[in-house]
């Protein structure tokens, strides 16, 4: 454990409000991602970053954003526009700017109600 | 995009059989094909990986064969234990520089005694 570190580890929010996810990283890694698992899905990707200042959208980047101004940082906010919020979010990083032997945090686990 | 599918989706197996999970990938592009194991609550931890210039790689119990003519690769685990039980995933990218994971949608398996 240790390397990847995402806060807090329970989330809670009303409805229409935008929460940021944190995500934290002392590998050096340039690569990070950000996942969003629900029952029975699997890992759906939402952002991810190679270097600094430069983030590309997943599968699913809609009603989510995010920001690399860090190479150890790469925090998700969820804004209202997101219909479906509740979720448990996954942040993993990997030392190449390719998709490669990713390493996951320990989760956010997100309930808006 | 790639298009990952996994089976089964549930595999119960009596303590000390073998396990076989089994995934298809659509990309004839991807060439890196990792497993992850997820306990219940916890992040997905990497067990084992393969290349596409590689047919099959083992780990002491573990082992992942790769056919890229069919596009299929699949995870044996042999000599199940009760610490085996949780829920496997599969997933597949292209690699390179801006390359992203494709996951399957995962395989409980329970080791019964």
């Known amino acids: 454990d240790g390397g990847i570190t995402q806060s807090p580890k329970y989330l809670f929010r009303k409805e229409g409000q935008n929460v940021t996810l944190s995500c934290e990283q002392n590998?050096?890694?340039?690569?990070m991602y950000w996942y969003r698992q629900d029952p029975g899905q699997g890992l759906r990707l939402i952002y991810y970053s190679q270097i600094v200042n430069d983030f590309q959208k997943g599968d699913i980047a809609e009603g989510y954003s995010v920001s690399r101004e860090k190479k150890e940082s790469f925090p998700l906010t969820v804004t209202s526009a997101q219909k479906n919020p509740t979720a448990f979010y996954l942040c993993?990083?990997?030392?190449?700017?390719?998709?490669?032997?990713?390493?996951f945090g320990p989760g956010t686990r997100l309930t808006v109600t | 995009g790639e298009n990952v599918e996994q089976h089964p989706s549930t595999l119960s197996v009596q303590e000390g059989d073998s396990a076989v999970i089994k995934c298809t990938y659509s990309?004839?592009?991807?060439?890196?094909f990792p497993w992850y194991k997820q306990e219940l609550g916890k992040r997905p931890q990497l067990i084992i990986d393969i290349r596409s210039n590689v047919g099959e790689k083992k780990d002491q119990r573990i082992a992942v064969t790769l056919n890229k003519t069919a596009k299929h690769f699949s995870l044996h685990i042999t000599e199940t234990q009760p610490e085996d039980s949780a829920v496997y995933f599969c997933?597949?990218?292209?690699?390179?520089?801006?390359?992203?994971?494709?996951f399957g949608t995962g395989t409980r398996l329970q080791v019964t005694l």
């Open positions: 997933a597949a990218s292209t690699g390179g520089t801006a390359s992203k994971l494709t």
């Open positions: 990309d004839s592009a991807s060439n890196y």
């Open positions: 993993a990083s990997s030392v190449q700017r390719a998709a490669y032997e990713q390493y």
């Open positions: 590998l050096n890694h340039d690569a």
